[in-house]
């Protein structure tokens, strides 16, 4: 299966700032799914970024708020902007692993808090 | 009423004991079904998968899908405390990426040595 890398793995932010998370694939894919998992909640889909095109952002998320780049099949990154304490949560990235047969793998996730 | 309905625990069950684990979902479209392990601090890790109805036995762990009750279950036999982890259902209406994931909010399992 894949080898995701993703980065940072925790970090403490102020409210007003914006930071920017990494996820890095060891095998060329053609589509990277972007998720945020709150306390004691489902994992919730944020967008699917495709190389070449733009990103396609779920209900309730937005580019200006979660602007994401695909430079090529196995890099994208995820920018949290404007952050508020409201955003404090697991931020993962996942791949389709070599067909549905596999699953989708993720990455360890990054632990955002923001105070 | 959430698509997919899944009771939090947390749970916690002597080492060797039989483990239930279920979740409900209200779209009949569903047709994948999978259960994800994530330990704590890392990222959910595909454990069992099976399309449709049916049952899939894997070692320890079988997974069973009644889309008549649209209900799924994880059972895990000799539970171990390498068990122990937050147990995700997740579902979706089509194959690779077609359709989006629908997970649960997580079972969390205590097996105690």
């Known amino acids: 299966s894949a080898v995701i890398s993703q980065k940072p793995s925790r970090d403490i932010c102020q409210r007003g700032t914006s930071l920017t998370i990494q996820c890095q694939v060891d095998?060329?894919?053609?589509?990277m799914f972007w998720y945020r998992q709150q306390p004691g909640q489902s994992l919730t889909l944020i967008a699917t970024?495709?190389?070449?095109?733009?990103?396609?952002?779920e209900s309730g998320f937005v580019i200006d708020k979660f602007p994401i780049s695909r430079p090529n099949l196995t890099f994208s990154t995820l920018t949290v902007s404007n952050m508020s304490p409201e955003d404090s949560s697991i931020y993962l990235c996942?791949?389709?692993?070599?067909?549905?047969?596999?699953?989708?793998?993720f990455g360890s996730g990054t632990r955002l808090t923001v105070v | 009423q959430k698509e997919v309905e899944q009771d939090p625990g947390p749970l916690s069950v002597p080492e060797g004991a039989i483990v239930s684990l279920n979740c409900t979902y209200s779209?009949?479209?569903?047709?994948?079904f999978m259960w994800y392990r994530q330990y704590s601090r890392k990222g959910p890790e595909l454990l069992m998968y099976?399309?449709?109805?049916g049952n899939k036995e894997d070692g320890r762990f079988t997974a069973q899908v009644d889309k008549s009750s649209k209900y799924i279950s994880l059972f895990i036999r000799d539970s171990q405390p390498s068990d122990s982890a937050t147990y995700l259902c997740?579902?979706?209406?089509?194959?690779?990426?077609?359709?989006?994931?629908?997970f649960g909010k997580g079972t969390k399992l205590t097996v105690n040595p």
């Open positions: 099976t399309y449709s109805s």
């Open positions: 970024a495709n190389q070449g095109s733009e990103a396609t952002y």
């Open positions: 779209n009949s479209a569903f047709q994948y």
């Open positions: 996942s791949v389709q692993d070599r067909g549905f047969l596999y699953g989708y793998t």
């Open positions: 095998s060329q894919v053609t589509m």
């Open positions: 997740a579902m979706s209406a089509g194959p690779g990426g077609s359709e989006k994931l629908v």
